[in-house]
């Protein structure tokens, strides 16, 4: 079955550091895998996906992730923490056999100032 | 203007009682869908409709009705109220599936407490 796994629930970074939010997966043929962050009392928010292609992709934020096949990962990393990036991300993978999205259950991300 | 709206945003009712939320997107997309997250958080997908038409129903209770009456337009009718029903109900869209990728347009939710 495909699944995403989010080894943290909750992530403490000082602002102006980098952050990695790590996800690996499992899935059967090639990987559609996703990064959506969630605010207070907010709907998600797509930031990026992987689809094919280089496996450092950019979104939105200054967010990147970086696909790794081997290690079946996708870690959610930015250069720098900003205080406003204090959120719940998620990540996510696509289903090829119902295109069903699965969501993993989530890392809340704190920056501290 | 809101690309994925819900109403209400808050409801709050007794067991037993039969409640609806609507959802509207405004973006062209063919595809709907109706998340549940519950209290620690964990989104789970109950429906999906592409173009008016059911497409994904996962193991949910009978007592949840989606209802599509057009593609811009996906309402949840739930009946019988329980306790294990209050949660936050997203409504999300995107474009038609065979040229969809996998983003999700999420509505701002709508939090359901059954007292």
């Known amino acids: 079955a495909q699944s995403v796994a989010q080894p943290e629930d909750q992530v403490n970074v000082a602002e102006g550091n980098p952050l990695t939010v790590k996800c690996t997966y499992s899935?059967?043929?090639?990987?559609?895998l996703f990064w959506y962050v969630q605010y207070p009392n907010r709907g998600l928010q797509f930031l990026l996906k992987?689809?094919?292609?280089?496996?450092l992709v950019k979104g939105s934020y200054g967010f990147e992730a970086e696909f790794n096949k081997s290690q079946t990962s996708f870690h959610l990393k930015k250069p720098s923490a900003l205080v406003s990036d204090s959120a719940l991300y998620f990540c996510?993978?696509?289903?090829?056999?119902?295109?069903?999205?699965?969501f993993g259950k989530g890392t809340r991300l704190h920056i501290l100032p | 203007d809101t690309a994925v709206s819900q109403t209400p945003k808050y409801l709050v009712t007794q067991m037993g009682n039969d409640k609806s939320i609507k959802c509207e997107q405004n973006?062209?997309?063919?595809?709907m869908y109706w998340y549940k997250q519950d209290s620690k958080k964990f989104l789970k997908i109950m429906f999906s409709?592409?173009?008016?038409?059911?497409?994904i129903n996962e193991t949910v209770p009978n007592r949840f009705s989606p209802k599509s009456p057009d593609k811009a337009h996906l309402n949840l009718h739930i009946n019988s109220l329980e306790l294990g029903d209050s949660a936050v109900y997203f409504c999300?869209?995107?474009?038609?599936?065979?040229?969809?990728?996998?983003?999700?347009?999420f509505g701002e939710g709508s939090r359901l407490t059954v007292l």
């Open positions: 973006l062209g997309h063919d595809t």
């Open positions: 899935v059967s043929g090639n990987p559609y």
């Open positions: 992987y689809i094919t292609g280089d496996n």
């Open positions: 409709y592409n173009n008016k038409e059911l497409i």
């Open positions: 999300a869209s995107s474009q038609d599936l065979t040229v969809w990728s996998g983003e999700l347009f």
């Open positions: 996510a993978v696509r289903d090829s056999r119902d295109d069903k999205i699965i």
